[in-house]
């Protein structure tokens, strides 16, 4: 059973940069496209961005195009998330899951979840 782990998150100011990594467990991701997501309590998920099997391919949210990068590295099973030109309104839950295709779309249904981890922009 695959299981999904996120971390770094933290407290920032607008302009500062934090790097989320999903670390995955009981399973390889190898044959898995990943997706970063994120919350605010009260509002619907939004997705961020999502990266292929291979890594080859990625796709990013208008919200977070040019600020926000996705990468992974299979032979760590470990996925980021690299946020720089951080807003206040990125402030939300953020989490990465799990689907297996060979690409990445935001609109799939993921089938492995992590817990999330907190992301605070504060001016």
């Known amino acids: 059973q695959l299981q999904l782990g996120e971390s770094g998150g933290g407290l920032v100011q607008p302009g500062g940069s934090l790097r989320l990594s999903c670390a995955a467990a009981?399973?390889?991701?190898?044959?898995?496209?990943i997706g970063w997501f994120r919350q605010v309590p009260g509002k619907e998920r939004e997705g961020v961005s999502c990266?292929?099997?291979?890594?080859?391919?990625?796709k990013d949210a208008d919200s977070v195009k040019g600020r926000f990068t996705i990468s992974r590295d299979n032979a760590k099973n470990m996925v980021y998330l690299q946020m720089n030109s951080l807003k206040p309104e990125d402030t939300a839950i953020y989490y990465c899951?799990?689907?297996?295709?060979?690409?990445?779309?935001?609109?799939?249904?993921?089938?492995?979840w992590g817990q999330g981890t907190q992301v605070t922009v504060y001016a």
């Open positions: 990266i292929s099997r291979n890594g080859g391919s990625t």
């Open positions: 009981g399973a390889t991701v190898d044959y898995d496209a």
């Open positions: 899951a799990a689907v297996r295709m060979i690409m990445c779309d935001i609109a799939f249904r993921f089938d492995y």
